[in-house]
């Protein structure tokens, strides 16, 4: 099985390879997303079964974020040196509401 990684200064994320095209042919094809094209090309040119995302291309934070509200991948914590499956997390806004920060969203681990 192929997979994506994407690492941050705080978690390292990972997504199955079929799941992150999957999700990126569909912004490609049906809503036009150039990024999307773009990353497709990156991630299928690379060889081996670990594929990092490009982390300069800030698109691919709206992936991460897309795929683990379908239960996607999994996210190391390099605080805590711990891993959890994205069922494991919930998400909630940032901000009060009605304003642009409450359309952020942040993970945090089930309780």
């Known amino acids: 099985m192929t997979t994506v ?6 978690a390292i994320f990972s997504f199955d390879l079929a799941d992150v095209i999957d999700l990126l042919s569909c912004y490609s094809s049906e809503h036009q ?7 497709l090309k ?6 081996g079964d670990i594929r990092k995302a490009p982390p300069e291309n800030e698109f691919f934070d709206y992936v991460v974020l897309d795929l683990l509200g379908k ?7 390099k605080t805590c040196q711990k891993t959890y499956q994205a069922k494991q997390l919930q998400s909630f806004p940032l901000g009060g509401a009605g304003s642009d920060q409450a359309k952020h969203r942040k ?3 089930k309780v």
Do not use: Q
């Open 5 to 10: 990684i994407f690492e941050t200064d705080n």
């Open 71 to 77: 239960g996607k991948g999994s996210i190391f914590c």
């Open 42 to 47: 990156v991630l299928e040119s690379m060889p």
């Open 33 to 39: 997303v150039e990024e999307a094209t773009d990353l």
């Open 107 to 109: 993970w945090k681990k």
